[in-house]
Every structure is written in structure tokens, then in C-alpha cells.
């Protein structure tokens, strides 16, 4: 791999499209398609906000959507944070080499391994497989969460406030996640000046690996919290609120953003995905923004029209004209009586199917036997060919 650009370092790009790092190349395109629609410049006229989050958009999935730049950029990412000292990709080159005069700079105790690793167990840098791993250092952000929200259907279709009650990993509430004591403070570690890292010279190599004394942490905890015991974080249960937007489907996840597990050493709070679970409604389902109901009809109103009533999704109730003559399986739509989102409102979408009775009494089967009789014409006389004679069978 060549020299990364310096902003594989610094920016997640999994973030900037919404998606799981772990997302398949279908799950990214589609992030990035929707977000495209609604950030593009054609959509947001005059909105240099929209704009340039854009750009941000299309760059990201410019890498994490080719298969070999996201390749490339997952080992970036797993190096860890590297500054311009830190390692390959951050220009800062000397007059004898990369990291200063006469040689190169490697972290050897970042998140990922790679080339850091392998140098670190040559030189006794604390890599994997030479004594332990020794913990990251910098900012280490939380991480995700996932949780179920069952939700009843016309809750799903109006939208709700509701509270999540979850058991998990919280700022510790004794320390605000410091990891010190109350009435105390932690103070820089003497080893490392607070840098979180110590150099290693190993001749024409200049390593830097975390500090051994505060664990890359660039301070020490003289007196550590009695609740997270220095941790800065405990577990608890938690109540989160949530807004439920109208129209949301069964199994659709709903993020958000900073919700998941706190950070530590300062780093930024992971992401709670909520999973919704719609209970079905015996008479309406959703398709995207509009309702569907399926209402029966008797054989007089199909053939000779009539004024239905159809029920709302609200309890009450809407005519529907029934023109003579209609089939079953004819749809007929019902404007604004759907799901009021944030793009605007769906419609009814009312089926309509003859119901076809399973006993008759005497007056009906007489009245139908008469119909019979008078009918003039078969509504299977178009599926036969003519007969020589003429005729049809």
C-alpha cells in the first residue's frame, strides 16, 4: 500500500455513510444512494451545509466502496490513530528518513498490528505474541449498542416518544468518569509527560510504544474511584429516550447517534441501533407512506356500484364509490388518508374482493338460480377458440 491520505487517519468513514464497519458492499451502496438523494445540490438549492455534506458523503464511499481502497483503508483504521509523527501516511519526513533525522517512527502499540507488530516482537516493543498487548493509545471510542423496540401498529404509523430501558456500560456516576476519586484529580504521568507513548531508539529505527507506567492513558490515578475502580465507567441500567418517526416498518433499525457505550480516555460515545419490531394489524398493512385495506363486497355492489364505507386507520370511517361493473382485485385510492410523515402524506389504498356466501337461503339461491338463468353470455367465452360450426363449447 502506498502512502494513505492523511484523512484515512482522521475521519470514519463507515460514520460519514451511517453504516456497520462491518456492512457488505450492498449495505454501503445503499447508505450512500439514499444519502446522495437527499444531500444533492439539484435537492437542496442554496444550502452550502447540504452541499459540503456532499462531498463528504462522496468521498467516503468513494473509498469504503471500492473493494481494494477499503481493503486498504480497514488496515489504516486498525493502526489506529497515527499523527504526522506516527507512522507512514503523515509527511513529516527528516533529512534521513520518515520520523526525524536518521531513521523511522512505528507504533507499536496501536489497535491493528501490521508492520508495528512485527517490529515491536523483533525489538521487544510489546507487539502480540511477545509478552501481551499492550492497550491502545489515544481516544478509544465506544463501543455500539443494539437494542428491540416492539411497537404497536398505529404507534408505528402516527409515530411516538418512548424510553429504552437498557443494562450497559454508563459514565460512572461517583467520578463522571474520571477514574479518580471525588475531591481528587488525576495527575500526568512522570514517565511519559502525559503523552500516552514512550520513544524506544533501536538504532536507525525510533519506535514509540505505549507507556508501561500509565498504560497510555498520560495519567495516573492516585486514588481511584471506589465504584469504577479507576474505569471511569460502570454498569448500570440506563433509560434512553427515543423518537419513533411515523411510518417506520417492521425490522427497520433507527441509530442513534452517541447513545451506545461511553468512550474512554476522552474518546467519543459508540452509536445505539434500535430495531423495531411491528406487531401486524388484522385489517391495514403498511407500504411505505400509504395504507393498504382489503374490504369484501357482495355481488350486487360489484355488478351494480355502490357507496362503501371503508374504516380509517384512526377509527373512523370514508366513503369509497363503487362504480358498477368492478372486478375483484380492483384498487382504488383514497388521497391523504395514509401515513403523515416527514416527506409528506400517503394515501388509502382500498383492495376490494366479492365475498362469496357459503350458505344461501331459500329466497337467495331462487334469486340467483334466476340470474343464471338469464344470463345470455359465459365470462370463460374469450378463453376458447371458435368452433367450425361457429360456436363456442
Known amino acids: 500500500m502506498n502512502n494513505p491520505p492523511r484523512e484515512w487517519f482522521e475521519k470514519n468513514y463507515y460514520e460519514v455513510l451511517g453504516v456497520d464497519e462491518k456492512a457488505d458492499a450492498k449495505e454501503i451502496t445503499r447508505a450512500y444512494r439514499k444519502l446522495a438523494r437527499e444531500l444533492h445540490p439539484d435537492a437542496n438549492p442554496g444550502d452550502p451545509a447540504a452541499e459540503e455534506r456532499f462531498k463528504e458523503v462522496s468521498s467516503a464511499y468513494d473509498v469504503v466502496g471500492d473493494t481494494e481502497k477499503r481493503k486498504d483503508y480497514d488496515e489504516v483504521r486498525a493502526l489506529g490513530p497515527m499523527g504526522p509523527m506516527g507512522g507512514f501516511g503523515g509527511g513529516g519526513a527528516g533529512p534521513g528518513g520518515f520520523g526525524g533525522p536518521g531513521g523511522f517512527t512505528f507504533d507499536v502499540g496501536g489497535a491493528g498490528g501490521g508492520l508495528g507488530d512485527v517490529l515491536g516482537n523483533l525489538f521487544g516493543g510489546g507487539g502480540r505474541g511477545g509478552g501481551g498487548r499492550s492497550r491502545a493509545t489515544g481516544p478509544q471510542r465506544g463501543a455500539d449498542l443494539e437494542a428491540e423496540l416492539h411497537l404497536d401498529f398505529t404507534d408505528a404509523v402516527a409515530g411516538l416518544s418512548t424510553s429504552l430501558h437498557l443494562v450497559s456500560d454508563a459514565v460512572c456516576h461517583t467520578c463522571s468518569g474520571s477514574g479518580a476519586e471525588p475531591g481528587t484529580t488525576p495527575v500526568r504521568c512522570p514517565t511519559c509527560s502525559g503523552r500516552g507513548v514512550v520513544d524506544d531508539n533501536q538504532g536507525m529505527f525510533a519506535m514509540s510504544r505505549p507507556c508501561p507506567t500509565c498504560a497510555g492513558r498520560g495519567v495516573q490515578i ?136 357459503a350458505k344461501l337461503s331459500k329466497e337467495e339461491r331462487a334469486a340467483i338460480e334466476a340470474l343464471a338463468a338469464a344470463a345470455t353470455e359465459s365470462p370463460r367465452q374469450h378463453l376458447f377458440a371458435p368452433s367450425p360450426e361457429g360456436g363456442t363449447p
Do not use: W
Not at 459508540?270 to 369484501?296: A, I
Not at 385510492?333 to 365475498?355: F, I, N, P
Open 222 to 357: 492516585e486514588h481511584p474511584c471506589p465504584t469504577c475502580r479507576g474505569n471511569g465507567v460502570e454498569r448500570r441500567p440506563r433509560e434512553i429516550k427515543v423518537r419513533i418517526p411515523a411510518g417506520v416498518s417492521d425490522g427497520q433499525r433507527i441509530r442513534l447517534k452517541g447513545r451506545g457505550d461511553p468512550g474512554r480516555q476522552g474518546g467519543q460515545p459508540g452509536d445505539l441501533y434500535v430495531t423495531c419490531r411491528v406487531e401486524p394489524h388484522p385489517v391495514f398493512s403498511m407500504d411505505g407512506r400509504n395504507l393498504r385495506v382489503t374490504v369484501p363486497i357482495t355481488f350486487a355492489e360489484a355488478a351494480l356500484g355502490a357507496d362503501i364505507a371503508v374504516p380509517t386507520i384512526d377509527g373512523g370511517s370514508v366513503k369509497v364509490r363503487i362504480p358498477a361493473g368492478t372486478r375483484a382485485g380492483r384498487t382504488f385510492r383514497v388521497k391523504g388518508r395514509g401515513v403523515t410523515a416527514s416527506k409528506g402524506t400517503g394515501d388509502l389504498m382500498v383492495g376490494v374482493e366479492v365475498a362469496v356466501p
